[in-house]
């Protein structure tokens, strides 16, 4: 990306951080919820496991509905509107299912008045950071697409990753009081639904969609600068990434994300299924909340690596490897104003560590680095094809042992693969749609985050009454191999959909 780059994506810093602050809260308040639903049905309403799976998977298919709507919706009436009226259909949904007493009522509202509300939230919100850098203008527009995603994409990770000690805290507070801590989880994050409202109706700023120079526009009256003229033409489409030179149809495109589908079900087996198991064979104080935070942190620590060495490239690498030779000239010097903040938080390797960075690094972390450097370099699809492969194979661990520490691997090798695809797939997204349909690309892009939850949760309501029910949980290992069967063709689909399209 450069330092025009770094410097272009910091003269956003206030737009981008109010799309950033946006996508903590949608993130924290439908993950939250996501992960104590199955329970919350269970435990609280009464719901077979079968029941539960059902209107989990309801929810997660009628949100993939509606987004094919949502999406366009997005492009004819602006972000803004639509992400507005998402965000109080989401509130007055968590209210109400928080307030049902029977899992027939909280199915229907969870298909109907919830997948509605947050059908206008990630599909739209996933716009906003190419949205904003298009505006901008400037060069390298592709490289700073990628770096805002990558913060977008950790946005999002941060507030997962307080997720899981969230869940375990309430629940080793409320439940010893004889209170539900599902039912205090869920109005957690029906409050920060209200916080996501506020913000965007008073941060959030409505953006025109003509030219990339364009300026953001702040009148909320005039509507008609939501429309595209003809002729115009911006950067995201001309300048395509260089390792992807062919724009994949629709249709291709479709194939692909129907692909992933059923690799992300694995993700969504995490909130389905893996909280049940944990608890029934496990017993009730395991801490599957901790375990379930593996995957935020995972992510946390190499998206932003991977997208910091595609920018910096060697120029990192040898900043790092300064670190340890003593050479505190020009410390704070103007050239350090610029360092990104990778670079900055390194520094800390000078203050009594530098013996041991100068033997650890030219043995360990930069034959690791350059490693990383060379993935980061991948192109799109390929980087795609390898990520889902590595999280396919990542369920082997469950069904071959039956640990904690192999629950915590299982975890571990999946947000390993989803660092390596699910960021590209979101700049692939971005380069790739026409201009004019952004909206309904990304409503398709966002088929894998919704759509697997049909498919796992009619799953694992199966599979849990099956191999796993509540009184004894007899056979562990074959509920987790009878996953593994089921998502490797989707893992084996996508590289044959590499292998074609590359």
Same mark, same amino acid.
């Given at each position: ?50 029941? *539960? ?11 993939? =509905? ?12 602006? =972000? ?43 599909? =739209? ?22 770096? #805002? ?10 507030? =997962? ?26 109005? !957690? ?22 030219? #990339? ?46 692909? !992933? ?44 690596? !991977?997208?910091?060495?595609? *920018? ?85 661990? %469950? *069904? ?53 939850? %049909? +498919?796992?949760?009619? +799953? ?43």
């Amino acid at each position: 990306m450069g330092d025009s780059g770094m410097q272009a994506t910091s003269t956003l810093s206030k737009n981008l951080l109010v799309v950033l602050a946006l996508k903590f809260f949608q993130a924290f308040g439908y993950y939250g919820l996501s992960i104590i639903l199955p329970l919350l049905l269970t435990e609280d309403m009464g719901a077979s496991d079968r029941e *539960a799976g059902f209107a989990y998977g309801m929810f997660g298919m009628s949100i993939s =509905v509606f987004s094919l709507f949502s999406g366009p919706l997005a492009d004819r009436f602006g =972000v803004k509107n639509c992400l507005a009226f998402g965000a109080i259909l989401t509130i007055i949904g968590r209210f109400m299912l928080l307030g049902s007493s029977n899992v027939s009522t909280a199915t229907i509202i969870l298909s109907s008045i919830m997948a509605i509300g947050e059908s206008f939230g990630v599909p =739209v919100l996933s716009v906003l950071p190419g949205l904003v850098v298009e505006h901008e203008g400037g060069k390298d527009i592709e490289g700073r697409k990628a770096f #805002a995603y990558g913060l977008f994409y950790t946005a999002l990770n941060i507030a =997962v990753l307080l997720i899981g000690p969230t869940v375990d805290a309430i629940r080793n507070r409320f439940a010893s009081e004889g209170r539900s801590p599902y039912q205090t989880m869920g109005t !957690l994050c029906a409050y920060v639904g209200v916080v996501s409202c506020g913000v965007t109706f008073l941060f959030l700023p409505r953006f025109s969609k003509s030219a #990339a120079k364009e300026e953001i526009v702040e009148d909320v009256d005039n509507t008609e600068k939501n429309k595209t003229e003809p002729g115009e033409e911006t950067n995201q489409n001309t300048e395509l990434d260089h390792n992807q030179p062919n724009k994949p149809s629709l249709w291709n495109f479709l194939l692909l994300s129907l692909l !992933l589908v059923g690799v992300r079900s694995l993700f969504r087996f995490l909130d389905a299924m893996f909280p049940k198991y944990m608890i029934r064979y496990h017993g009730e104080h395991v801490p599957f909340g901790l375990i379930y935070s593996i995957n935020p942190m995972t992510v946390i620590l190499l998206v932003p690596l !991977l997208s910091s060495l595609r *920018a910096k490239g060697e120029g990192l690498i040898t900043y790092m490897e300064t670190l340890g030779m003593g050479d505190n000239r020009g410390r704070g010097n103007d050239k350090h104003k610029n360092e990104n903040s990778l670079s900055l938080s390194l520094r800390w390797l000078q203050i009594g560590f530098v013996p041991i960075w100068r033997r650890l690094f030219p043995f360990v972390v930069k034959p690791v680095l350059s490693f990383l450097l060379n993935v980061s370099k991948l192109p799109s699809l390929q980087s795609i094809a390898i990520g889902t492969v590595i999280s396919t194979c990542s369920v082997i661990w %469950l *069904a071959l042992f039956t640990s904690e520490i192999a629950s915590a691997l299982f975890v571990f090798t999946l947000s390993v693969g989803e660092a390596l695809w699910s960021p590209r797939f979101y700049d692939f997204t971005s380069l790739i749609a026409p201009k004019g349909k952004a909206g309904l690309y990304f409503a398709i892009a966002n088929l894998p985050l919704f759509l697997p939850k %049909l +498919l796992s949760g009619v +799953l694992s309501g199966w599979l849990l009454e099956e191999y796993c029910e509540m009184d004894k949980c007899e056979h562990p290992r074959k509920l987790w191999f009878v996953v593994f069967v089921l998502t490797v063709p989707f893992g084996l689909g996508i590289v044959g959909y590499y292998v074609k399209n590359r």
